[in-house]
């Protein structure tokens, strides 16, 4: 079975940090692009950061610049979002999505709570 799992996810107090992680299973992620997306309440899915294939080109939603770094592992099939000075600005359900040519794979999304 085809799919990717994101973990990580939590509630913590704004300034805190959390790490997410997206495993695939079932197929490699080497030659996808990874993108994570976040969706709050009431709001549309939005990009948050993405990284090419071979790790040497991220982008970041300006909100999160300076604060999340995207990085990947494919010797583990796995990407991160390291998410550091968190603001409640950034409570959502965030997703991982692997991209290529004409495939295109989601996780079922971790849950962010940022709170006093």
């Known amino acids: 079975q085809l799919q990717l799992v994101e973990s990580g996810g939590g509630s913590v107090q704004p300034g805190g940090s959390l790490r997410l992680s997206c495993v695939a299973s079932g197929f490699s992620l080497d030659y996808y692009s990874i993108g994570w997306f976040r969706q709050a309440p009431g709001k549309e899915r939005e990009g948050v950061s993405c990284?090419?294939?071979?790790?040497?080109?991220?982008k970041y939603l300006d909100s999160v610049k300076g604060r999340f770094t995207i990085t990947r592992d494919n010797a583990k099939n796995t990407v991160y979002l390291q998410m550091n000075g968190l603001k409640p600005e950034d409570t959502a359900v965030y997703f991982c999505n692997a991209k290529r040519s004409g495939n295109n794979y989601w996780g079922q999304g971790t849950q962010v709570i940022v709170s006093s």
């Open positions: 990284i090419d294939t071979s790790g040497a080109r991220t």
